[in-house]
């Protein structure tokens, strides 16, 4: 039954736990619908054939409803709509309160691409594994404009927004690669701004992430190109500490304690508040600490001086963006977890 | 002219009946716009109470940076012209024209003198860069937010200066007509409708003032 | 004041004269056209603008069908693609879909079905349209020379951001705004101020008292868009960070803005297209309405409650599960309100007399896209369905089988059924009934497979898609074209029965409602003297047809 359902409207396949009961109620309304909707096309269909119009100035009864009719009028779609309603609004609940136990990964929308970090693993660009039967929550947000994690398959749906994280929670039922689609409008290549979860048994995947953990530093070399749509094996803020090592950056920035240096630490430093020389405040976001790198000394914070050399053209789009992932990545309360890997 | 000292009313539209039904027809029209221009101001209160719940200090900073000498010179001179509007309207009622001229020339220069201070503080804000969004650059504040508030500052402000300007453009209207003696105890409209707009724009500002210079 | 002449005809007289006297032919110079304050040819004046807008709107929804027959690129690329959409949104209900039935119908037949002369403020009413003129035309500007690709959404902060220049597209939504709500001013005070006697409330006929909810709803509502808009404008143009969380802004405040006009506006669509069923329906069973009050109040009841639903479009925005809640079990009671309604119409059909003809077809259509429509609407509002459903090609089918499916319906049946009043001649009747058979199939052809594609999950403002979608859009193409010839169809026949068709006699569809009492098509001044009305405009229970006590000249 629920097989023929779902495939006579055209839904995808049901892979993760929630699918089975939005289906539901969605066979509930989608019956009620049809025959109501044929109910109603009948009657008139037959008040039609029995009423028509037999010659012309034909005379016809003043007929009003009953008392009786309004109040079925009123109550039984009401009955069902509230229905719906209940059932709808148990399950969304469900839905807004992601398990304490579920598994954290940080999904990013950027025009046009999705990025998903572990909080204590890889980084990868367009690709999403999950374990299967455990719950997973995504802490969505977007570096630009509005996106949205759609993924059919599990019903289940986000909005990324620039400026703040949401979340939204599933847990997968059946191993396998099931598509993840942009739907709020963001540009030029919307409709190509898909993505890949990859369901795995739960052993699988506890594998695979402890063989990403260890691959990290040998893979680095591999993560040049962040446009593609190709899995990125490996943690980007390990690879941007090793960029940042590259380019000098710790002569003159802390990256072990909050004390300020030459310039300031980068403990803490995103989404600090952080009050620049012209008097202005600024968070230091992503944009921020990306421009600083690009022009530094068009925001300079208050108390350093303008001595940071430009890296514009010394550092790639992808290297730039590695080293706001360490940044992130450094937080006085969990640094050393975060960072991992050997020097 | 009439024996009374004012011009024959203008001809009744020929789809009136009665030219009561015609004045309510009017002032109904007019209270309904009012009603959407509330629901225009309505838009920014909701911007504004949004942000300050997000940046409350900020929004407090930037308050007590207003000149709360010239709101609270404005705020009177909008009252003051709102009370000669209404004598203006009552005088029109009872045929003395004359009087309702200089009530609402009156009303005039009192909306002129209003704008005439909100250009003195726009261009305190001008140079201390006070501005909403990019352009701002004010080193007073120092919560975040600022340029939120002067967005919302500068756009409820501007919005409210620009329908001072209506209002002054349609007194400015009914009172040559007032010179021209055309309004009568039947035929007064024009007078009342164009007074029930510079209330609304005094209502505005009443709800502005508070918001931005005294909370 | 009132001069109570009783006069009797029969039902159709076979073989009318055509007035020599009336609007269409009192002053015949451009200007007398352009400068007119006729309530009745500043209806016509409308229906020329809005024939415009469904016109360029439906040769862009083409456009962009055509570009979905294929998985990949089809004839144009992303941007224009993105542009296309935008413009077809924009046009389809800023041009034609608001003003359309109001500035039409609703200004042609509200002073007659009144008994009034004309709309409380005539000039007012020929500003409104030239403001209407304007915002459109400044729009239409914008959007080929700066090209807006935001969608007609206007999402922030893309739209705050984009390349496109979308500041007179704004710019002229605001404007055409403000005639909307002039229009709505003139309807509220002609109703209440211009009601000849015995035209109480409730002998209102029931397309006025649609027409009085739309006109609530745009006076509450527009001003609200207007803001909106102009804050994007100010922040697209000198960054101000309104709704730009880089600045401090709140993109979501945009959204709940945004739908707080753009959900009721749904209501300004479709309330009217409502009202002119209720007159159709009658007319065509030739049998009094079941249940006026149920009807007359559950327009007023969507008003209402249209105010307290917009939150229904931020299910999947972040918004707490108890806001959800709460937009969604004020959203059901849009649905009730809305069934109220179908089971009256269908009851007036119950003992009628049913004469099978074009508008009768279209009544047949709307109350399918309607209850299919509103029940799909009830579906998506069913918080946890709307999670798979939100911005999928469910919500583009949802949304069309109500805005255009029931609405074009309306407006169709209205054109039909008011065209020998208007115009004082007859449509050919085969060729009408044709026209409806092949758009209603059409639109059934174009929008299910829609209604499918987002069950399967396909994203709406797509430019390209995954290759499991493609059977269901060539058929959604296919049923366009269909859609496509049905209208073209009804221009044809349309445009030669405006001047050959078979003159059509004051009343050809022996109907009791008051705009029938005069003369087809209306004098200028349309009554002589004040009417006074004694039955209600739905009493069909005597026999024959008999005039109100109207001073008109026949």
């Known amino acids: 039954m629920n097989e023929l359902m779902r495939r006579l409207l055209f839904l995808p396949e049901q892979a993760s736990t929630f699918a089975h009961d939005v289906d539901n109620l969605h066979y509930f309304v989608i019956t009620v619908t049809m025959v109501s909707s044929l109910a109603v096309g009948l009657t008139a269909i037959a008040f039609f054939w029995k009423y028509r119009r037999r010659h012309e100035n034909q005379a016809t009864p003043f007929v009003a409803p009953t008392a009786l009719f309004e109040v079925l009028a009123i109550s039984v779609p009401l009955f069902f709509f509230l229905v719906w309603f209940a059932i709808g609004f148990r399950d969304f609940v469900k839905l807004s309160s992601p398990p304490p136990e579920a598994m954290d990964v940080y999904v990013q929308g950027k025009q046009w691409m999705w990025k998903f970090a572990y909080p204590e693993g890889p980084n990868s660009i367009g690709v999403l594994h999950v374990p299967a039967n455990r719950p997973v929550r995504l802490l969505i947000t977007s570096r630009d404009v509005i996106h949205s994690v759609f993924v059919p398959a599990f019903r289940v749906k986000m909005d990324a927004l620039p400026g703040r994280y949401t979340e939204t929670w599933f847990t997968a039922t059946k191993p396998g690669r099931y598509q993840i689609l942009c739907t709020e409008y963001c540009g030029a290549q919307h409709s190509k701004m898909w993505g890949e979860v990859v369901v795995m048994a739960p052993e699988v995947f506890d594998e695979w992430i402890k063989e990403q953990q260890r691959g990290l530093v040998t893979r680095q070399d591999v993560l040049a190109d962040e446009t593609s749509q190709v899995t990125q094996q490996g943690s980007l803020a390990?690879?941007?500490?090793?960029?940042?090592?590259?380019?000098?950056?710790?002569?003159?920035?802390?990256?072990?304690?909050?004390?300020?240096?030459?310039?300031?630490?980068?403990?803490?430093?995103?989404?600090?508040?952080?009050?620049?020389?012209?008097?202005?405040?600024?968070?230091?976001?992503?944009a921020y600490l990306t421009e600083s790198m690009m022009e530094p000394n068009v925001k300079v914070v208050a108390g350093y001086q303008e001595v940071m050399p430009n890296y514009q053209g010394k550092l790639s789009g992808p290297e730039a963006a590695a080293i706001v992932e360490f940044i992130k990545s450094l937080r006085s309360d969990r640094t050393v977890q975060a960072v991992g890997g050997e020097e | 002219m009439t024996a009374e000292g004012w011009l024959e009313p203008p001809p009744l539209p020929h789809h009136y009946e009665t030219i009561e039904n015609h004045q309510a027809a009017l002032r109904f029209g007019m209270w309904l716009f009012l009603g959407t221009e509330v629901l225009l101001f309505a838009g920014i209160f909701v911007g504004y109470f949004v942000f300050r719940t997000y940046f409350p200090e900020s929004f407090e900073q930037a308050g007590r940076h207003l000149s709360l000498f010239l709101g609270t010179l404005n705020t009177f001179l909008l009252l003051t012209s709102s009370l000669t509007v209404a004598l203006a309207h009552h005088n029109a009622e009872h045929g003395k024209n004359r009087n309702a001229f200089w009530l609402l020339m009156a009303s005039v220069a009192m909306g002129a003198g209003f704008l005439c201070i909100k250009a003195i503080e726009y261009t305190e804000k001008f140079h201390e860069g006070a501005?909403?969004?990019?352009?701002?650059?004010?080193?007073?504040i120092t919560a975040p937010g600022g340029p939120v508030f002067y967005v919302v500052y500068f756009f409820s402000t501007g919005l409210h200066a620009l329908h001072v300007i209506v209002g002054m453009s349609l007194l400015t209207w009914v009172a040559t007509r007032c010179w021209r003696k055309e309004f009568s105890p039947t035929y007064y409209a024009p007078v009342e409708n164009a007074g029930l707009y510079w209330h609304l724009v005094d209502l505005v500002w009443i709800f502005l003032y508070p918001l931005l210079y005294l909370v | 004041m009132t001069a109570p002449v009783t006069t009797t005809a029969a039902v159709p007289p076979s073989g009318a004269e055509f007035p020599k006297k009336s609007y269409l032919n009192d002053g015949t110079t451009i200007r007398s056209w352009l400068l007119t304050h006729d309530h009745k040819r500043i209806a016509l004046l409308y229906l020329v603008g809005t024939t415009i807008g469904l016109f360029l709107g439906g040769v862009f929804a083409m456009v962009i069908r055509l570009e979905l027959l294929t998985p990949g690129p089809t004839i144009i690329e992303a941007l224009t693609y993105n542009r296309m959409f935008t413009l077809h949104g924009l046009i389809m209900i800023f041009m034609f879909m608001i003003p359309a039935i109001p500035g039409v119908f609703g200004n042609f037949f509200l002073p007659i079905m009144l008994g009034a002369k004309d709309v409380a403020f005539p000039k007012w009413n020929l500003t409104s349209f030239y403001v209407?003129?304007?915002?459109?035309?400044?729009?239409?500007?914008?959007?080929?020379?700066?090209?807006?690709?935001?969608?007609?959404?206007?999402?922030?902060?893309?739209?705050?951001?984009?390349?496109?220049?979308?500041?007179?597209?704004?710019?002229?939504?605001?404007?055409?705004?403000?005639?909307s709500i002039l229009t709505g001013l003139n309807f509220i005070v002609t109703i209440h101020t211009l009601r000849a006697p015995g035209v109480t409330w409730f002998k209102m006929p029931l397309f006025v008292w649609a027409i009085y909810a739309t006109s609530i709803i745009q006076v509450l509502a527009t001003p609200v868009l207007g803001l909106t808009t102009l804050l994007v404008?100010?922040?697209?143009?000198?960054?101000?960070?309104?709704?730009?969380?880089?600045?401090?802004?709140?993109?979501?405040?945009?959204?709940h803005l945004f739908w707080f006009y753009s959900h009721p506006a749904v209501y300004i669509m479709v309330l009217p297209a409502m009202g002119v069923i209720s007159e159709v329906i009658c007319a065509v069973a030739r049998k009094n309405i079941f249940g006026y009050?149920?009807?007359?109040?559950?327009?007023?009841?969507?008003?209402?409650?249209?105010?307290?639903?917009?939150?229904?479009?931020?299910?999947?925005?972040?918004?707490?599960?108890?806001?959800?809640?709460?937009?969604?079990?004020?959203?059901?009671?849009?649905?009730?309100?809305?069934?109220?309604?179908?089971?009256?119409?269908?009851?007036?059909?119950?003992?009628?007399?049913?004469?099978?003809?074009?508008?009768?077809?279209?009544?047949?259509?709307?109350?399918?896209?309607?209850?299919f429509g509103g029940m799909t609407g009830v579906a998506l509002a069913t918080v946890s369905l709307d999670v798979h459903w939100q911005d999928t090609y469910f919500v583009v089918a949802h949304f069309h089988f109500i805005m255009v499916g029931a609405v074009i319906m309306g407006f169709l049946a209205a054109l039909h059924y008011w065209f020998p009043k208007m115009f004082g001649r007859k449509y050919p009747e085969a060729w009408g009934l044709l026209a409806a058979g092949l758009i209603v199939l059409g639109f059934n052809a174009t929008f299910i497979p829609q209604f499918l594609l987002g069950n399967a999950g396909m994203p709406r403002r797509y430019y390209e898609y995954p290759d499991r979608f493609a059977a269901l859009n060539v058929a959604s193409t296919a049923g366009a074209s269909l859609l496509a010839f049905g209208f073209i169809i009804i221009a044809i026949y349309l445009a030669i029965a405006l001047t050959h068709g078979e003159v059509a006699g004051r009343n050809p569809w022996g109907s009791r409602g008051y705009e029938w009492d005069v003369p087809s098509p209306p004098p200028t001044e349309n009554f002589d003297t004040v009417p006074v009305f004694t039955r209600g405009p739905h009493e069909y229970q005597d026999v024959p047809e008999e005039l109100s006590k109207v001073g008109h000249a026949i």
């Open chain 1, 238 to 286: 390990q690879w941007g500490k090793h960029v940042a090592v590259a380019q000098g950056c710790m002569r003159c920035h802390n990256v072990d304690s909050r004390e300020p240096a030459t310039g300031p630490s980068w403990v803490d430093l995103y989404q600090q508040h952080t009050k620049l020389a012209d008097g202005r405040e600024i968070i230091a976001d992503e």
């Open chain 3, 233 to 255: 404008a100010a922040e697209h143009t000198f960054g101000f960070g309104f709704f730009d969380p880089a600045r401090g802004g709140d993109p979501i405040l945009f959204q």
């Open chain 2, 131 to 140: 501005l909403p969004g990019k352009f701002f650059s004010f080193s007073e």
């Open chain 3, 293 to 371: 009050k149920m009807i007359a109040m559950s327009s007023l009841g969507i008003a209402f409650v249209g105010f307290f639903a917009w939150g229904h479009h931020l299910f999947t925005s972040g918004q707490s599960a108890f806001d959800a809640g709460a937009f969604a079990a004020i959203s059901m009671l849009v649905g009730v309100f809305t069934a109220i309604k179908v089971f009256n119409w269908v009851g007036t059909l119950y003992k009628g007399a049913i004469a099978f003809t074009a508008p009768f077809a279209y009544i047949c259509g709307f109350l399918f896209f309607l209850v």
């Open chain 3, 132 to 179: 209407y003129l304007a915002g459109a035309s400044l729009m239409l500007w914008g959007l080929i020379t700066g090209g807006a690709d935001t969608g007609w959404t206007f999402y922030t902060p893309y739209s705050t951001t984009t390349a496109t220049n979308i500041t007179p597209v704004m710019l002229g939504v605001f404007i055409i705004g403000f005639s």
